[in-house]
Nanobody, 126 residues
Framework: QEQLVESGGGLVQAGDSLRLSCAAS????????MGWFRQPTGKERQFVAA????????AYADSVKGRFTISRDNAKNTVYLQMNSLKPDDTADYYC???????????????????WGQGTQVTVSS
């Protein structure tokens, strides 16, 4: 069973950058497609970015395309979310998620993921 722990959140100003990390343990990391989701207060959890188990394919929500970059280091069992040009609308709790798969696909739907971290808070002030 995959366990996920996010880190790197914090309070920043608009225009700043943050890098979130998600450390995985308990399974063979390279067998999991990974995703980042976020949940603003009072709203549903929404897709942010996804990466295939090999790292060869990525997908992004339109709202973050060009500003956020997802990457993974299978040797370190870690997936990252580099967030640049942050906006107040990016304020949310950010969650990483894992899906066991034998494919090279990315997954953008929340219900495709089997495992979730506890989340890390990102607050962007204007």
């Amino acid at each position: 069973q995959e366990q996920l722990v996010e880190s790197g959140g914090g309070l920043v100003q608009a225009g700043d950058s943050l890098r979130l990390s998600c450390a995985a343990s308990g399974g063979t990391f390279s067998r999991y497609a990974m995703g980042w989701f976020r949940q603003p207060t009072g709203k549903e959890r929404q897709f942010v970015a996804a990466i295939s188990r090999t790292g060869g394919d990525t997908a992004y929500a339109d709202s973050v395309k060009g500003r956020f970059t997802i990457s993974r280091d299978n040797a370190k069992n870690t997936v990252y979310l580099q967030m640049n040009s942050l906006k107040p609308d990016d304020t949310a709790d950010y969650y990483c998620a894992a899906r066991f798969t034998t494919s090279r696909y990315t997954y953008t739907e929340r219900n495709k993921y089997n495992y979730w971290g506890q989340g890390t808070q990102v607050t962007v002030s204007s």
